[in-house]
């Protein structure tokens, strides 16, 4: 596998419809795929990569929004009805003061997705712990 870092664009600068990809998570999917020995090439591990970075991105989010206290986590999911309100300095205020150990949700969160992907066979969705209709952008 190349070193070359992929590009990332930055969240203010990415276009419509151009998604916004965290260059660590994606090399960290890529590293699992290739970890597992998948013969995937083309198109088809775009599609793994897409997915399994969908996925990751959503227990992420789920693990994030459980680590908040009960009062400001209630706070955010309302805030989080209406997306059209709530802005990357928003959700950068709520995560920043009220999640310090971010870092260990992060790790504890690649080492569960790590485990369900190795140890199935074939990757499907349907095997981690958030429902693939609300990772769907």
């Known amino acids: 596998m190349s070193q070359k870092e992929p590009e ?23 590293v699992l795929v290739e970890r597992k020995g998948e013969k995937v090439e083309g198109e088809a591990l775009k599609k793994l990569l897409n997915d399994m970075y969908r996925l990751f991105e959503c227990m992420l989010g789920q693990n994030m929004i459980a680590a908040l206290p009960e009062e400001l986590r209630k706070e955010y999911l309302d ?30 969160t690649m080492k569960q997705f790590a485990e369900i992907f190795l140890r199935n066979r074939q ?6 712990p958030v429902p693939m209709e609300i990772c769907s952008v």
């Open 79 to 108: 805030a989080a009805e209406d997306l059209s309100k709530l802005t990357y300095e928003k959700i950068g205020e709520v995560f920043d003061k009220s999640v310090p150990d971010y870092e260990r949700i992060m790790k504890d």
């Open 123 to 128: 990757f499907r969705p349907e095997d981690y």
């Open 8 to 30: 990332v664009t930055e969240p203010r600068q990415a276009g419509p419809s151009q998604p916004i990809r965290n260059p660590y998570i994606l090399n960290f999917c890529k």
